[in-house]
């Protein structure tokens, strides 16, 4: 099950959860406690590298990448409320910027909070990253914090 805040004025942190996403997974609890802002862990399923695979195994792993995306969020959910935050998160599928794009309308965050804190983990380039960070905030209006 999704859990998607609707609360405006927040914290989205999209994020894999992996083991090189820590240094950001951190600074959004840090940031969300300092500010006494709600945080959402956004995880977003993207089998763009599926697409010339047969259409039964890119739903089949299309399923398996959402509950598994669903379970490291919840795990998240519970690092963040040991730190006193208050947060929920969210599961999507689709091409990563649409996704984040969509999100980020219908819930209106303060705040987007992006990283690739190792090299050898990040799934975009820099430079692709800091697009991203510019087409959100110019579509949006959320300030984006690129660690």
Known sequence: ?????HDSGGIV???????GSEPTIERAIALARER?????FLFIADLEFMKRAPTGRVSLAAEELRKMGEFIMMTLVEQAQAGGVEDDFAVREGRFEDQLLRYLVETRPATLILGCPQPDTCLLEPDILSRVAQEVEEQTGVQVELL
Do not use: K, W
């Open 36 to 40: 006494g802002l709600r945080l959402t």
């Open 13 to 19: 942190c999209a994020t894999r959860g992996g083991e």
């Open 1 to 5: 099950m999704n859990q998607i805040s």
